[in-house]
């Protein structure tokens, strides 16, 4: 695995992906400008719906995602020629991945030997499926491998291997020292990268919504219609990925030709050209929206100024413009959505359905598993010490990475199915939707935990002995879960309805784009007359395709969960109202589930049969929670979980001083 590409990258061709990139931003930034308009109406729209039911029953937390801390030595193939040394890595809390030659390189504050941000690799802990993976990168045309050069790959097989794989990356080939240090790293590594991959999903900006929105709509605009995992990664992360899938068909017949060595030798040389081609585009486009992020400041603020005064005139003309294109393109509609789409709509929707409710299940028995354990340390081991422990343990359930790989597993199981029943959709997102099921599930768990604590801590008075702060500590556990069932209830609606929606919407506008395309001049004028780019007749268009989709979607749900209304979203606004003349979006945060799916989640709820919680128990009123609501919240006042330990007696003891103090303070190296 010795071979170079032939040449590196001459100055010609860094400045021929300088063009590239140029051309990329000249062709996205006008779309990308639109939808900042858009976004930013939607955004003024929903704030002006009243609010007729509560939101989240859970206490957000303010703890951001990460991924802990993770250091130690492995065996890393670097190098030219490559051979396997011995390195320290340290897996940074914002998923960066460095490597030095030593720990004490590391604790003397030395520079890496190399790092890398984790998005878009793929972790494989078998030898034999990466070097699989090798064979297929640069194929000879005999096939035959066995005069290939020396590989250290194969002059020296690897017991507990961790390759990082990367579609246009150099690959990160390490070895752990045992099956236990191999396992921990993988379960890092996997959440460093979902962690990345994420960034602008979990994101509640309009510029994130709009950023996310106008790449789908350039790609297409140049025949991609499919949603796909091109879109995990930062805004300059994604662009870099975009062009990538490009220029890749270019660079592999231009370039793999001249590479020297055979088989993975070649394969190996090809990974190394690809990084260095990435790392120019990569370069080229964080510069593009580092140098538009000025004007999109402006244009946000514009925006709002412009967009708020008239935004009831825009959006009675966006309903009637919307109804009348109904009309218009109702029969090609319906006969797509009948004949393409009614039949796969229920098996989508089950699958989804089950991978959601298999994770959240799972976190609700290990949420329950959490309180429970508190409950009877406080009662048979009041001492402050251990208190301490098992207090820091429960908060931090949400980012321990083996604690969590239960339910992130569980996320996992559908995928194969989901992939074989999406994909005649040109739908190739399953990683997202995994990854973004295994978001929701780490942040309804981190909620829980933040209410768990802050009820906790308003309930628990110096006036209470050690059992009877064991008995109301019962009662905030029975209350969280009643909270948590209801917040899962409405996420589970709303992401199986969001991504039903990623699945089927891009593949009913590929369908139906030669015939309808004509019906829109008829209406853009009426849409131009307003004047203001937040309304266009394409976006009226898609809300059309997407009130008629969410009508079906709606009634699967019905179906499915047992529920009498179903009108919830992703983001939390009903987009079947943006195509209904008039009408203002309505929210409904039913939880009911049909007594089949309440029975299968409805286990994870560990009570017992006669639980001491007593189900007509109100925690009183909260007027004044402390301003940090999670396990490490950052630069906000401190929560105290305060028991009064008293040994059973019956004089009570003196107060113990408050267990802990929730602050997140990184390093300072971090």
């Known amino acids: 695995m010795g071979g170079r590409p032939s040449s590196p990258l001459d100055k010609r061709q860094q400045q021929h992906l300088r063009d590239q990139v140029e051309v990329l931003l000249r062709s996205f930034l006008p779309q990308y400008r639109l939808q900042l308009a858009a976004s930013v109406l939607q955004q003024i729209s929903r704030e002006l719906v009243p609010q007729e039911l509560a939101g989240s029953q859970l206490l957000p937390s303010k703890k951001l995602p990460r991924v802990r801390e993770h250091r130690g030595p492995l065996t890393q193939l670097r190098g030219h020629p490559p051979q396997w040394q011995p390195t320290f890595c340290v897996l940074r809390g914002n998923g960066h991945l460095e490597w030095f030659s030593r720990r004490e390189e590391f604790e003397n504050g030395g ?4 790092s890398t941000a984790l998005t878009g690799y793929t972790v494989l802990t078998c030898q034999r499926e990466y070097l699989r993976l090798l064979d297929t990168l640069c194929p000879d045309a005999s096939g035959d491998h066995t005069q290939e050069e020396p590989d250290p790959l194969l002059e020296m097989p690897v017991s507990f291997p961790l390759f990082l794989q990367h579609p246009f990356r150099r690959h990160l080939c390490l070895s752990a020292a045992t099956a236990e240090a191999q396992r921990a790293w993988r379960l890092a590594l996997q959440g460093g990268i979902r962690l990345r991959g994420t960034v602008l999903q979990r994101s509640q900006a309009p510029a994130a919504h709009a950023f996310l929105e106008a790449v789908r709509l350039y790609r297409q605009h140049r025949g991609h219609f499919g949603h796909d995992d091109l879109t995990l990664g930062s805004d300059a992360e994604v662009l870099t990925a975009v062009l990538m899938r490009d220029l890749l068909p270019e660079l592999r017949a231009q370039t793999q030709p001249g590479l020297r ?18 790392a120019a585009v990569l370069a080229g486009a964080s510069a593009g929206l580092r140098a538009f992020q000025p004007e999109k400041d402006e244009l946000l603020s514009a925006l709002e100024r412009t967009i708020r005064p008239d935004v009831d005139q825009m959006m009675r003309l966006r309903g009637r413009v919307a109804g009348k294109l109904r009309t218009a393109v109702q029969g090609p509609l319906e006969s797509c959505l009948r004949g393409k789409v009614d039949a796969q709509l229920p098996r989508v929707s089950q699958t989804l359905l089950s991978i959601v409710e298999a994770a959240l299940a799972a976190v609700q028995t290990l949420l329950a598993q959490g309180m429970d354990r508190l409950c009877r340390h406080l009662r048979a081991n009041p001492s402050g010490a251990r208190l301490r422990r098992e207090v820091h343990s429960f908060g931090e359930m949400p980012w321990d990475p083996e604690l969590m790989q239960t339910c992130f597993r569980e996320a996992e199981r559908s995928q194969g199915r989901l992939e074989q029943l ?50 109301q500590l019962e009662k905030v556990r029975g209350r969280v879960l009643k ?17 039903q929606l990623c699945v089927f919407l891009p593949f009913v506008r590929s369908q139906l784009e030669p015939r309808c395309r004509a019906e829109l001049r008829e209406f853009e004028g009426d849409v131009l007359a307003v004047g203001s780019p937040a ?6 268009y898609e809300d059309v395709i997407r009130g008629a989709l969410l009508q079906r979607i709606d009634g699967e749900l019905k ?9 919830c979203t992703r983001d939390g606004c009903s987009e079947a109202a943006w195509g209904q003349a008039g009408a203002a979006p309505k929210f409904n945060s039913v939880t009911s589930f049909s007594a089949e799916r309440r029975e299968r989640m409805g286990t994870a709820l560990c009570l017992p049969e006669k639980s001491s919680v007593d189900s007509s128990w109100q925690l009183p009123q909260v007027t004044s929670l402390p301003a940090a609501s999670g396990a490490g919240s950052c630069g906000t006042s401190p929560m105290f979980f305060s028991f009064q330990l008293s040994a059973g007696t019956d004089t009570p003891q003196r107060w113990f001083p408050p267990i802990l103090s929730w602050r997140f303070e990184p390093s300072r190296r971090e």
């Open 111 to 114: 520079r890496p030997l190399g």
């Open 261 to 278: 060595g055979a088989g993975r030798a070649r394969a190996w040389a090809w990974t190394e050209l690809l990084d260095a081609v990435h």
């Open 422 to 471: 999406a994909v005649p959709f040109g739908f190739l997102g399953a990683r997202s939707l995994v990854f973004g099921a295994q978001d929701l599930a780490q942040q309804l768990m981190a909620d829980a935990v933040a209410t768990f604590l802050q009820l906790a801590d308003q309930c628990l008075t110096s006036a209470l002995d050690c059992h009877q702060a064991a008995q």
């Open 483 to 499: 909270k948590f069932w209801s917040d899962s209830g409405s996420a589970l609606r709303r992401f199986v309805r969001g991504w």
């Open 535 to 540: 309304l266009t007749i394409e976006g009226v």
């Open 559 to 567: 179906k499915a969960l047992g529920a009498s209304d179903v009108s």
